[in-house]
C-alpha cells in the first residue's frame, strides 16, 4: 500500500513560507512503518510542486494532509483533485485547524466532502487504526462507517452510537509510554531530505500544556496530560541533527523546540548541557527557538545558563497584564512584581527576553494594553511580539457563547505569506490561506484598536530593531525612562513621519475584510496581498525613510533632555545612522570614534558594530534568492527578523 503524507508549506519562487522540518507527518510516517513494515510505503512531502509531481507519476492508495491554518486552502485543493483523478484513493486529513463544535465538523466536511475522514488530535495512534483497517477491508464506504476512536466522518457524526469527539470531551488518550513507543523520525532517516540550507529542524521533548488559555488550542481538556519523551532518545535525536548538520555543511543555525512550555521542568536541565554540548562539538545550534515556560520563571533562566550567550530568547507569554482579561481568558500569569524581579535576573544573566502581547482579548482597552507596553519597557523587556488576537479554530474563544459574551467582533485577512500560484495536476491554481483576527470588543472599539496597531508600528521601528539601544543609555544617564522617549516619538508631529503612519493605517484597513469572498484573489499582486504588513512599513522606515526615523529620535531627545547640545545631537544621529544594516554595503565590523566629552563618558571612546552569524547567513540567502534589491528589501524584515535589522554594538 503506497501513503503519501504531506505538510505542505507556501512557496514563492525558491522561498519557502515555512522552513521547518514537517515534523508531525514524520511522527505519523515512522508510527506507521514501525507497525505494518512492508506491507507499506511511505513517502512524505512538504513542497506542493514535489507533491504534484509524485501524485502525476503515480497515485497513491492513500493521502494524508497535515491541516494548519497557514495551509488549508492548499490541502483542500489537492484533496479535492486527487479524488477527481482517482475516487478510490483514501483522503485522510488532520490537525488542529478544526473547531471543537460538532455542527461546525459537520459543515466542514458537507463542504469538502472529499474528505474522506479527518483525525482529531494526537494523529499517530488513529492513523494506524485506519490504515489497518483500510489493509482488511480496502472499502471506503465501510471505513467512513466505522466509529474509530478520533476520527470523524460525515457519515459517522450521524450516527445515534458515535463517539463524542466534541468539546472537552476529546480525549486524545495518550500517555508516556505510548509517546516513546512513536520512533523518532529524525533517528529513522525519514527527515534526510528535509536537511537543507538554512531550514529550522523542530523537535519535541514533551507534548501537552497544563495551561487552559482560551484563545490556545492546547488549552482545552484534551491537552492537559503531559507526556514526556525518554530524554537519552532527546538527547539522540539532537546529536544526530547537530552531527549531520555540522558534517554536510547545511549552514542552518537554528533549531526550534515545539514544547509549550520549554525549560518549566526540571529534567529540561539536562536536555539542555546536551543541546549546549552539540554548541560546542558540533558549532550547532547557533540560535534556539521556544516557548519558554508561563510560570516558574526561577526554573527557566536557571536552566537557560549553560547555552551560549545570546542563543536563546527567554519568551514571555503574557498576552495581557489586565487582571480583568487574564480572568477571562482562563489565564493564570506569573505575579505582576515579579516580572521586574525576572528582568533584573535575566539582565545580570544576559539573557535577552521577549514578551508576547496580545490586542483584542477580552476585558482589554486601548489604556491597559498602551499601559502594559510601557511598564515592560521601563523595566527592560528587549523585545515585543504585539499580536493580534486570532480566532483559532478548536479554542474556546472561537464558540459563539465566547464571542457573544464579550461582543468580539472579528474580520478576515490573508496570512502572510501564504498565497501563490500552484500546478496541480495540469490545472494552474491560485491559492492563499486566511486567518480571522479580533478586531473589536465591548471593552475596546475598532478605532482603538488602529490606535493600538499604531503604536505598535512605533514600538517594532524603534524598540524592537534595537535601534534605541545606544539612546537607552543616554536616557539611563539622564534618569529619563525609556518609555518616555516612545510616547514622545509617538506624538511626534514630522510630516514625513506622520505620513508613514497613515500609510501603515490605511494598509492596515484595506488588507481586512468582513468576509473571505470579499477577497479578490485573481487581479491582486502576490507579494503585497500578502506582505506582513507591519514587516512592509518597518521595511519602508528602515529602508526609505531611515533620515526621518533618525531625526524624530533626536527630535525626541531635545524635548526631553533640554541640555543636549546640536553637535551632540549630530554624533547621535552618526552613531543611529551606522547601527542601521543594509544589503549593499554590509561589512562584518566596523568601528565610529566618539568625540564629544558628555558621549565619552556614556559610550566610551569609540562604538565597534559587528554582524552576527545568522544576519551574514540571512543578508547572503536573500542575495542568492532574489536579483532585484527591491524584492530583498521587501524580504529582509520578514527573513532577517526586526531584532537583527542593526549591528550588534560593543562600547570601547
Known amino acids: 500500500?503506497?501513503?503519501?503524507?504531506?505538510?505542505?508549506?507556501?512557496?514563492?519562487?525558491?522561498?519557502?513560507?515555512?522552513?521547518?522540518?514537517?515534523?508531525?507527518?514524520?511522527?505519523?510516517?515512522?508510527?506507521?512503518?514501525q507497525i505494518f513494515r512492508n506491507q507499506i510505503e511511505i513517502q512524505l512531502f512538504k513542497y506542493p510542486d514535489e507533491l504534484n509531481t509524485a501524485l502525476k507519476n503515480k497515485m497513491p492508495d492513500v493521502l494524508m494532509m497535515s491541516n494548519y491554518m497557514w495551509n488549508l486552502n492548499l490541502n483542500l485543493e489537492f484533496t479535492k483533485k486527487v479524488k477527481e483523478h482517482n475516487n478510490n484513493v483514501l483522503t485522510v486529513m488532520g490537525g488542529p485547524n478544526i473547531s471543537l463544535d460538532e455542527k461546525k465538523q459537520r459543515d466542514f466536511l458537507n463542504d469538502n466532502p472529499y474528505i474522506d475522514l479527518y483525525v482529531l488530535n494526537a494523529g499517530e495512534a488513529p492513523s494506524a487504526l485506519i490504515i489497518n483497517m483500510f489493509l482488511q477491508c480496502r472499502d471506503i464506504r465501510i471505513l467512513k462507517q466505522k466509529n474509530i476512536h478520533s476520527v470523524i466522518s460525515k457519515e459517522n457524526l450521524k450516527s445515534e452510537n458515535k463517539y463524542n469527539f466534541t468539546g472537552e470531551n476529546r480525549d486524545c488518550n495518550f500517555s508516556n509510554a505510548e509517546f516513546n513507543n512513536i520512533p523518532s523520525p529524525y533517528i529513522a532517516g525519514l527527515m534526510d531530505k528535509f536537511f537543507e540550507k538554512n531550514t529550522i529542524?523542530?523537535?519535541?521533548?514533551?507534548?501537552?500544556?497544563?495551561?487552559?488559555?482560551?484563545?490556545?488550542?492546547?488549552?482545552?481538556?484534551?491537552?492537559?496530560?503531559?507526556?514526556?519523551?525518554?530524554?537519552?532518545?532527546?538527547?539522540?535525536?539532537?546529536?544526530?541533527?547537530?552531527?549531520?548538520?555540522?558534517?554536510?555543511?547545511?549552514?542552518?543555525?537554528?533549531?526550534?523546540?515545539?514544547?509549550?512550555?520549554?525549560?518549566?521542568?526540571?529534567?529540561d536541565a539536562e536536555i539542555i548541557r546536551h543541546i549546549s554540548d552539540c554548541q560546542v562539538k558540533y558549532s550547532f545550534p547557533k540560535y534556539i527557538y521556544s516557548s519558554t515556560g508561563k510560570n516558574k520563571w526561577d526554573i527557566i533562566i536557571e536552566n537557560l545558563l549553560p547555552l551560549e550567550s545570546g542563543s536563546v530568547i527567554m519568551r514571555i507569554a503574557i498576552q495581557s497584564m489586565n487582571q480583568e482579561t487574564l480572568k477571562a481568558i482562563k489565564r493564570k500569569n506569573i505575579k505582576i512584581d515579579s516580572y521586574r524581579i525576572i528582568q533584573e535576573y535575566q539582565q545580570q544573566k544576559g539573557i535577552r527576553c521577549c514578551a508576547d502581547l496580545m490586542l483584542g482579548l477580552p476585558r482589554e482597552t486601548l489604556e491597559s494594553h498602551i499601559k502594559a507596553i510601557f511598564e515592560l519597557i521601563d523595566w527592560g523587556m528587549d523585545e515585543f511580539?504585539?499580536?493580534?488576537?486570532?480566532?483559532?479554530?478548536?479554542?474556546?474563544?472561537?464558540?459563539?457563547?465566547?464571542?457573544?459574551?464579550?461582543?468580539?467582533?472579528?474580520?478576515?485577512?490573508?496570512?502572510?505569506?501564504?498565497?501563490?500560484?500552484?500546478?496541480?495536476?495540469?490545472?494552474?491554481?491560485?491559492?492563499?490561506?486566511?486567518?480571522?483576527?479580533?478586531?473589536?470588543?465591548?471593552?475596546?472599539?475598532?478605532?482603538?484598536?488602529?490606535?493600538?496597531?499604531?503604536?505598535?508600528?512605533?514600538?517594532?521601528?524603534?524598540?524592537?530593531?534595537?535601534?534605541?539601544?545606544?539612546?537607552?543609555?543616554?536616557?539611563a544617564f539622564y534618569n529619563v525612562p525609556k518609555s518616555r522617549l516612545i510616547q514622545t516619538i509617538s506624538k511626534n508631529k514630522n510630516m514625513d513621519f506622520c505620513l508613514l503612519l497613515d500609510n501603515y493605517i490605511t494598509d492596515t484597513k484595506t488588507e481586512i475584510s468582513s468576509s473571505i469572498e470579499d477577497i479578490s484573489l485573481q487581479s491582486c499582486n502576490i507579494d503585497d496581498f500578502t506582505s506582513n504588513k507591519i514587516y512592509k512599513h518597518l521595511s519602508c522606515a528602515f529602508f526609505q525613510h531611515k533620515g526621518t526615523v533618525i531625526s524624530v529620535i533626536t527630535d525626541s531627545l531635545l524635548e526631553l533632555i533640554e541640555s543636549m547640545l546640536p553637535e551632540t545631537l549630530f554624533e547621535v544621529s552618526e552613531i543611529l545612522n551606522e547601527s542601521m544594516i543594509s544589503l549593499k554595503h554590509n561589512i562584518g565590523s566596523k568601528n565610529l570614534n566618539i568625540n564629544f566629552p558628555v558621549l565619552r563618558d556614556i559610550f566610551g571612546t569609540s562604538v565597534s558594530y559587528s554582524l552576527s552569524e545568522n544576519q551574514q547567513s540571512i543578508i547572503n540567502l536573500l542575495n542568492e534568492t532574489y536579483t532585484k534589491d527591491e524584492d530583498k528589501l521587501n524580504k529582509m524584515v520578514y527573513h532577517l527578523r526586526p531584532v537583527n535589522l542593526c549591528y550588534s554594538l560593543n562600547y570601547l
Not at 2 to 9: F, G, N, R, S, V
Not at 241 to 253: A, D, G, P, T, V
Request: net charge neutral; glycine share 4%.
Open 1 to 33: 500500500m503506497l501513503i503519501y503524507l504531506a505538510q505542505l508549506t507556501h512557496k514563492y519562487g525558491i522561498a519557502s513560507q515555512n522552513r521547518h522540518f514537517p515534523l508531525a507527518i514524520g511522527y505519523i510516517g515512522g508510527y506507521l512503518k
Open 201 to 267: 529542524p523542530l523537535i519535541e521533548t514533551n507534548r501537552g500544556c497544563p495551561f487552559t488559555c482560551a484563545f490556545c488550542q492546547q488549552g482545552n481538556k484534551s491537552f492537559s496530560k503531559l507526556c514526556n519523551l525518554n530524554i537519552d532518545r532527546v538527547k539522540e535525536e539532537l546529536s544526530y541533527i547537530s552531527n549531520k548538520i555540522h558534517r554536510e555543511n547545511f549552514q542552518s543555525l537554528i533549531l526550534e523546540i515545539a514544547d509549550s512550555n520549554f525549560a518549566m521542568y526540571k529534567r
Open 385 to 475: 511580539c504585539l499580536l493580534q488576537t486570532i480566532i483559532l479554530k478548536g479554542t474556546e474563544i472561537e464558540k459563539d457563547t465566547f464571542r457573544d459574551k464579550y461582543e468580539i467582533s472579528s474580520q478576515f485577512r490573508p496570512i502572510p505569506e501564504c498565497m501563490g500560484n500552484y500546478e496541480i495536476f495540469n490545472e494552474n491554481i491560485r491559492i492563499c490561506e486566511y486567518e480571522e483576527i479580533i478586531t473589536g470588543t465591548n471593552t475596546m472599539s475598532f478605532n482603538d484598536y488602529l490606535e493600538a496597531r499604531k503604536l505598535h508600528l512605533i514600538v517594532m521601528i524603534f524598540h524592537n530593531t534595537s535601534l534605541l539601544n545606544p539612546i537607552y543609555k543616554l536616557l
